[in-house]
Structures are given as C-alpha cells and as structure tokens.
C-alpha cells in the first residue's frame, strides 16, 4: 500500500511539471520575455530622451503592529489611448513595481500586463524568488528559487488587479 501511495505521488508530480512544459507554454513564455524586454527597453528610452514621464509613484509610510514602520512604494508605467465613448483618454498600466519592508525584510515585486490581463509576476525576498508567467488559460510557466513560496499564484493575480484598481481611481477619474 505504502509503495502504491509514494509511486502515485511521484507520478503525479511528474504529470504536474510536464504539463507545465508544453510547446505553447514554452512560446508563451518567450513572448512575455519579449514584452518584459521591451517594457524596460521603453522605460529606459524615456528617462534618457528626456520625455516627460509616462508614470505614477505612489509611497505610503505607516506602522504596523509587530514589524514597526513600513515604507511601500508602488510605480506605475502606463500608456494611454483615445477612448471613444467617454471622449478622454484611458490610461492603462502596462509594469508595476512595488518595493515594501516588513520589519527589517525588504521585498521587491513586478508586474507585467498584456493588454488587461497579467501577463508576469515577479517577487524577491531575501533569499527567496517567485517568477510566474501567465497565459491565457492561467500559470504557463514558474520558477522558484529558495526554501519557501513568497507569494501564490492566485493571489499575485489578485494583487495585481488591486494595484490597476488603485490605478485607476487615481488616473481614470470622470467627473
């Protein structure tokens, strides 16, 4: 029984890495290495052009009950496009970055949209790496580095949505 159990959770576990790996996934995620070259490519010609900035930086500094004081800074790089039906422009981001500490642990975070949905994740702790790749059926692809998951996957998707909401009322505003 004990050999039919451990035999079944390996294969399992096999099923779930190859599935992982298919010639689509595989295309996506060379895709969303592509849109995350060119999202920085962008960023960086725009700071040495000297244009005026596409983006939006937004810093809270609060306490917090056991980790003490905390700084969170999220940036925001977006676009905008002629919308039609309100007459105004729609501003939409395309990379996220978010810096935070609890206590004296730092972590980083970037997000990488296509079109409206999250196309990349990525978050570093201080020893720990989580970079997920998403398609449009859900996770195409994730790389772990460390002991621990910092984040699920899920809830990347749900943080993200967050921070375009937060977004959104602070840019998209019609009066």
Same mark, same amino acid.
């Given at each position: $029984? ?8 390996? @294969? ?22 592509? $849109?995350?070259?060119?999202?920085? %490519?962008?960023? %960086?010609?725009? *700071?040495?052009?000297?244009? /005026? /900035?596409? +983006? @939006? ?11 003490? /004081?905390?700084? #969170? ?9 002629? #919308? !039609?039906?309100?007459?105004?422009? @729609? ?14 642990? *730092?972590?980083?975070? !970037?997000? &990488?949209?296509?079109?409206? +949905?999250?196309?990349?994740?990525? $978050?570093?702790? !201080?020893? %720990? ?9 859900? @996770?195409?692809?994730?790389?772990? *580095?460390? %002991? !621990? ?9 749900? &943080?993200?949505?967050? &921070? ?5 009322? $602070? ?5």
């Amino acid at each position: $029984m004990k050999t039919f159990l451990t035999t079944t959770i390996c @294969l399992m576990a096999v099923l779930t890495v190859g599935a992982q790996n298919t010639s689509a996934d595989k295309a996506r995620v060379e895709k969303i290495r592509k $849109m995350y070259a060119d999202a920085k %490519e962008n960023i %960086e010609y725009r *700071k040495k052009a000297e244009l /005026p /900035p596409d +983006d @939006l930086v937004a810093t809270s500094n609060y306490m917090a009950a056991g980790a003490g /004081p905390i700084t #969170d800074t999220t940036h925001y790089f977006y676009s905008g496009d002629w #919308d !039609e039906e309100a007459s105004t422009i @729609l501003y939409q981001p395309y990379f996220i970055t978010r810096s935070y500490n609890v206590g004296a642990t *730092k972590y980083y975070q !970037e997000f &990488l949209f296509d079109d409206d +949905d999250l196309a990349f994740f990525y $978050m570093k702790g !201080e020893n %720990e790496e989580v970079r997920y790749y998403y398609g449009k059926t859900g @996770l195409a692809h994730e790389s772990l *580095k460390g %002991e !621990e998951r910092l984040m699920d996957d899920a809830f990347a998707i749900r &943080l993200a949505n967050d &921070l375009k909401s937060a977004f959104n009322l $602070m840019m998209n505003r019609n009066y």
